[in-house]
Structures are given as C-alpha cells and as structure tokens.
C-alpha cells in the first residue's frame, strides 16, 4: 500500500504524542475505537475555561499509519480552535489533507469522534461543576 | 505486505545467492552504528515465496531456447530431449518425498493440486460417500476448495485447531462416519509453520480405510516428508516455496495399497496419466526437479542453519521487549519460521517503521478483506494479537547479520509505538483492557 507523504510525516514525526492529566477539570479525553477491531485513539484537549479556547491537545492511538496520521493531525488542528470550531472538524477535511484512500476513511472517522469524544467529556465535567448530571460517549471501565 | 523489488538483473555468482533490490545501506533512521554490508531491503518473507536458486535457473536456462521441444513430440529428438528432461525432474521430486517417479503429477503450482486432490476424490469416490474432513487453518486453495464442493452437496468437517495450532486426533476420530472419504490436513501451516501430526493422521486414515491428502507446500523442501512413513495417499508441492520457479509444483498421487484415483479437472490430451492434460512446463519442470534434488542433499545442514537463526531472532526479541506472544507450537514449527504478536502495537503501523524489511502481518490492516488472519484467530488469540502479529520467514539467504538488523530495528520501532499506544499506557496504569467497555466499530 502507497502512503501518501503527509501520512508518512505524521507517522515519522507525529505531533503532541502524550497525555494531559485526565482529572482535570479543564482537560476532556475521548478514548473511541476498539483493540479487537485494530485501532484505539486517545485524544485529549485541555480548554481555557475563560476563552473556551483549546490551548493544548494530547494524543495517543493504537492503529495503522493512517490511523496515527489522522490523530496527530487532528491535534495540530485542534490547537488555537475554540470548542465549537473544533466540532466543526469533519473526517472529510481529514481525508483530503492526508489524501486518505477508501480503505483508510474509518482512520478519519475515528479520529473525528476522538475529538466530539474528548470535548463531550469537557463539557460534560464542566456541566458537573455546574452541577448538571454526566454523560459520557467514550469508552470507559465497566463499574 | 512490503514486497521485496525485484532481483536486479542477474544473480550473483553463486557466491552467496541473488541480490534482493538495490544496494544501499541503512539510512540515518536505521542502526547507522555500524558499517552493514548486506543490502536493503532484507527479505524475510520465505513462505510467501523464495528466489529462485542460481543453480535452478541454470539447469533450467537451456529447455527455454535450446531444448525447447514439446514433451509429447513422441517423433523427433527434440520431443524426446524434452520429455527425458521431464522424468529426471519427475524421479528427482519423488525422490524428495519418497515417492516412485511415476506417482509424480505435475500441475501449475499448489493450488492446483490441492484443487485435483480434493475435486478429484469427491468425483471419483462420489459413490462411497460425501463427507470430507479438514481444518479451520488451511490455506484458503483447500478450503474454498471445499466451499465449492459444500455447493455441490458434500458435507465437510472444518476440525477446530487447539491453542499451539494443531488439530486433535480424538477430534478428527470422531468426525469420521462411514461417508467420509477424504481427509485433507496441510503438513505445516503457512501463516504460522506449526506442524500437523501427520503421520498420526494418516495412521488414522490407513486405520479406516480413508483417503488421506495433505497440502505439504510449506514443509517440503525444509523438513524430511516421506509418504510411506507418513501413510499420505496425495501431497501438494509447489516449486516456488523451495528456490525453483513461480508456475509449476507436482502433485503426489499414491499408485499401490491404495491405488488412488483421481476425476481428472482440466481435460484435453490425456497428459501425466490422463490425470492433468496440458502441454507440460519443461523448463519449469525442470526447475523443479533441480530445486528438490538440491533441498534433499542439503536440507539437514539447511535446517539447522536456520534453525540457529530464529531462534537468534526469537531470544533476541524476547531479550529486548515485554509482551511477545509466539503463535502457535516452538516445538512443532518450520525450522525457518517464527510469527510473533508485538501487544499493544498494530501490524500495519509497525510493518510502516520497518520498511527496509519484506515481511508480513496478519492484522486486518494488511489484508484485502479487512479482516485479521483467520489462523490466529483460530488460535483463540483473540483479534487484538492478531492484529499485532509479523511473521518471519527466514531462508536460503538470510544472514546473522540481517537477523541482528532486524532485531535492532523491530525494537526501535516497537518501543516507539508503544510510546504512542494508549493500550500500552493504560495496561501500565494497571487497567484491565479485557473489563473495559469498547465502542466498537
């Protein structure tokens, strides 16, 4: 299989491979895919709360060069973006820069939900705060 | 998959085997710590297939141009040079697997002798009964094989393989029923080089009078397989799996106690006993014939040789990294062969950070059907080893030296990925990953 060179990039020299601490209250984690099915991704965001700006994200991923890819770009994406702009990402924005074949769209799919995972989980411990009730879309330990 | 490039132009003189691609040497991302000789990138994808032994391509060189006369020219000089040519290959593949040279059936490689064995047993034996028996992790030449005959109305019993990859003989005992009338078990698996109890199988079979055939593509040529000893009734081989060329193999098919019949498949001049007609593959052939002559005389070194390799590969992985998995038995396996799972790490991304070597992965990723290899699922390694797993494929011309490079490479690379997995992270946290709960996808 061809890569194409930003996917090679990306694998060689991922960006904001890490994580933030996952208990904080400004920090949201999306953790999205499953070991079974080839690929997980932790994507993490930590948000100013007084801008609602995304001020540093975090990933990790489990999964194929394209899966790497579309994670590591979404983080460089995400920094800088306020939370609503970083919903506004979509999976096909990802396919195009990374020039992504058909076989590879899931990558990007899983990388869009990483984000809507991570900043559901911000928004849902800001709400806590708040004292509104959680929800969660991610993965997750069974209690 | 990474493939090798081709060979470049001619072979090295026999020094020490044909060059593999273009000679460079690692990069300032690979081990640049010492001077490599060898030349990148590595092959290490044996069972896939090998490159044809200078030797080989000299015995066959002149039945191209020279003797290029038809085998069944019964009437001139050029026929008879052709078809002489054919029996010496047809005594020196018999003589490989103990066979007498006239049991010897040359077809176009594996698949299709595991399509005659098998389609031509149901055929022939259509009377005695309908039931074949097989297992979940053959090569898909035998199992769509039998797909095919279900279609038609046979029944077929895919025998479960237990954890180490073999099947059980108690199970395959009590699959049998009075209309069984072929069993057709692979002598070593490719994906994993586990070896089957092949003998004790055709033990059985003899027992109860069931025609036994093995596709033995991966085993013959690396590891002593001899019919009498194994009471094998029919035996696949294919030529390119042994350092002779891509298009030819043979299939064995037993002539006394059982003389075993065979519906023939492809129809048209009644050639090789009427069994397989077609104008026969003469240089092909006699690749063959020289490849299997060579891996009977030099075989036993051969083995060893690789043997010390991967267990080299095999110790120094385990030296080096935490969580490897080895599929399938060390103690019934190829003596070339090692496919092991990098936990937490997936297949594809790792074959990416190892590209200067030509080796192949089981995960989803790598496979046209997007699904992780059936054989280590049909191990019970559950689909996340699966698609962590890189096989190794060692032969004629793999290095010490090659082995330490790849080595030193896998770890790098391996080390890095897990830095960047969040299953690493997590199991090291003292998650359980098997408790979590997975969106899946």
């Not at chain 2, 493939?3 to 085997?17: L, M, N």
């Not at chain 2, 033995?216 to 019919?227: C, D, F």
Request: include cysteine; aromatic fraction near 6%.
């Amino acid at each position: 299989m061809a890569y194409s060179n930003k996917v090679i990039d990306h694998y060689e020299n991922p960006r904001n491979v890490g994580s933030l601490p996952k208990d904080d209250a400004n920090v949201g984690t999306g953790l999205v895919g499953a070991p079974e099915c080839g690929d997980v991704m932790k994507l993490q965001v930590k948000v100013n709360p007084e801008t609602g700006v995304i001020d540093d994200a975090k990933f990790k991923t489990f999964g194929c060069g394209s899966a790497i890819a579309s994670s590591s770009l979404a983080t460089e994406w995400l920094k800088g973006k306020t939370v609503d702009q970083a919903l506004a990402i979509k999976n096909t924005d990802i396919v195009a820069e990374l020039s992504l074949p058909p076989v590879k769209i899931h990558c990007s799919v899983l990388a869009e939900d990483a984000i809507k995972a991570a900043i559901a989980d911000y928004k849902a411990k800001q709400d806590k705060d708040k004292g509104v009730p959680a929800s969660a879309g991610h993965a997750q330990p069974n209690a | 998959m990474r493939r090798p490039s081709s060979c470049d132009g001619a072979p090295d003189e026999y020094a020490w085997g044909p060059s593999f691609g273009r000679a460079r040497t690692a990069g300032p991302k690979g081990p640049a710590l010492r001077e490599l000789k060898m030349k990148l990138p590595i092959y290490m994808d044996y069972h896939a297939t090998t490159p044809v032994d200078p030797r080989v391509l000299e015995a066959m060189t002149p039945y191209f141009t020279q003797h290029f006369g038809n085998a069944a020219s019964r009437n001139h000089s050029f026929g008879w040079e052709a078809e002489e040519a054919v029996e010496i290959a047809r005594k020196q593949v018999a003589d490989l697997i103990g066979a007498s040279a006239k049991e010897v059936i040359f077809t176009s490689g594996a698949t299709e002798s595991n399509n005659l064995a098998i389609k031509g047993v149901a055929e022939m034996y259509r009377e005695k009964g309908n039931h074949i028996i097989t297992c979940v992790i053959e090569h898909k030449a035998v199992i769509d094989t039998c797909k095919k005959l279900e279609k038609q109305g046979a029944r077929v019993t895919y025998l479960p393989v237990q954890k180490d990859g073999r099947i059980s003989l108690n199970e395959l005992r009590d699959a049998i029923t009075d209309k069984t009338i072929l069993i057709t078990i692979m002598t070593a698996n490719n994906e994993i080089g586990v070896l089957q109890p092949i003998a004790e199988i055709g033990a059985i079979a003899k027992e109860k009078g069931i025609l036994f055939h093995t596709d033995a593509v991966q085993a013959v040529g690396k590891v002593p397989v001899n019919v009498n000893d194994l009471k094998v009734d029919m035996l696949s081989l294919s030529a390119h799996k042994m350092y002779g060329p891509k298009g030819v193999g043979a299939l064995y098919v037993r002539r006394r106690s059982p003389r075993v019949l065979l519906a023939e498949q492809i129809n048209g001049g009644g050639h090789e006993r009427g069994m397989r007609s077609g104008t026969l593959n003469v240089p092909g052939i006699v690749g063959l014939g020289k490849a299997a002559e060579i891996c009977k005389n030099e075989m036993a070194t051969e083995a060893e040789r690789l043997r010390k390799l991967r267990e080299r590969l095999n110790a120094a992985l385990h030296k080096n990294l935490d969580e490897l998995y080895v599929n399938g038995s060390m103690e019934h396996r190829l003596p070339h062969s090692l496919n092991v799972s990098f936990a937490y790490v997936e297949g594809e991304s790792l074959l990416m950070g190892i590209n200067d070597v030509a080796v192949s992965s089981g995960s989803a990723c790598t496979s046209a059907s997007l699904e992780p290899s059936y054989v280590l699922k049909a191990l019970g390694a559950g689909d996340d080893l699966a698609h962590s797993s890189i096989r190794f494929g060692l032969g004629r011309w793999t290095t010490e030296e090659e082995v330490d490079y790849v080595v030193e490479k896998l770890t790098t690379v391996v080390r890095r990925l897990r830095e960047m997995s969040p299953l690493y992270e997590m199991v090291k946290e003292g998650v359980d990953l098997s408790k979590m709960q997975w969106v899946t996808h």
